[in-house]
């Protein structure tokens, strides 16, 4: 739900750290501490920056955040959404005359949920101790702002869902390698949630069941994906997922 007051300048000075949270929903939290308080604009400038973790030119940033307005009246929109944050705004965002970016004590959970996924997709790159526990379930799972509607968000929002879905396979197949399947299932599923139509999670999900030694549920994860096919889109699932089971249906 956006949040409507003006948050007041003294509670963010000499902030150490603030914490940008866009998976699941929108919040902020300065040390710890979250504002509960903030203009649905500043809220939407916040957002904007975050999902693009770089310093973004002015005139960009209005536009794309206030498309069906002429250029001079996104950019007063652009300077109201940055006023109104007030000391907020001094302590995450870097300002100059033709460009805005986010300071370096601003942490955001997006871009370090694409950093683990681009780990579990990358074969050569080392994964950290946390990348194999349920929190990487859990945030591979989470959508990108599921309840605003901004044509520069479903954007964003579809981009991230294709990543998460190839990252949750990844993941899936990392923890069957190291004999937890009953973790590598959840991953799966998740994976699976993301894209119900794709079958390379499927074929994931049957492979960790067979190397359990669960051939019923495996089996059951074919039928139901082809199910699922049938009635979407009038197809059969192909021949290396249905390779997989053959034996089982014999």
Request: hydrophobic letters at 50%.
């Amino acid at each position: 739900m956006l949040l409507e007051n003006p948050a007041p300048d003294a509670e963010f000075q000499g902030a150490e750290f603030i914490d940008i949270t866009v998976l699941g929903g929108f919040s902020v939290a300065v040390d710890g501490r979250p504002v509960t308080a903030l203009p649905v604009g500043s809220q939407r400038l916040l957002v904007f920056l975050a999902l693009h973790d770089r310093t973004v030119a002015r005139s960009a940033i209005a536009a794309a955040m206030w498309p069906d307005a002429t250029p001079e009246h996104a950019a007063v929109s652009l300077r109201s959404a940055l006023a109104r944050l007030d000391g907020l705004g001094h302590a995450t965002i870097v300002a100059d005359s033709g460009a805005l970016g986010l300071t370096d004590i601003v942490n955001v959970d997006y871009v370090e949920a694409q950093a683990l996924a681009h780990r579990l997709l990358d074969s050569d790159t080392p994964i950290f101790d946390g990348d194999l526990a349920s929190a990487a379930i859990a945030t591979i799972s989470a959508e990108l702002l599921p309840d605003w509607f901004d044509g520069w968000i479903i954007a964003e929002s579809e981009e991230w869902r294709h990543l998460r879905a190839s990252a949750g396979e990844a993941l899936a197949y990392r923890l069957l390698s190291a004999g937890r399947f009953a973790e590598a299932g959840r991953a799966a599923r998740a994976a699976i949630r993301v894209d119900p139509l794709r079958e390379t999670p499927y074929s994931t999900l049957v492979r960790i069941h067979l190397a359990d030694g669960n051939q019923s549920d495996a089996l059951q994860v074919f039928e139901t994906y082809r199910e699922v096919l049938r009635d979407a889109l009038d197809l059969e699932p192909t021949e290396q997922l249905s390779g997989l089971v053959s034996g089982l249906r014999r």
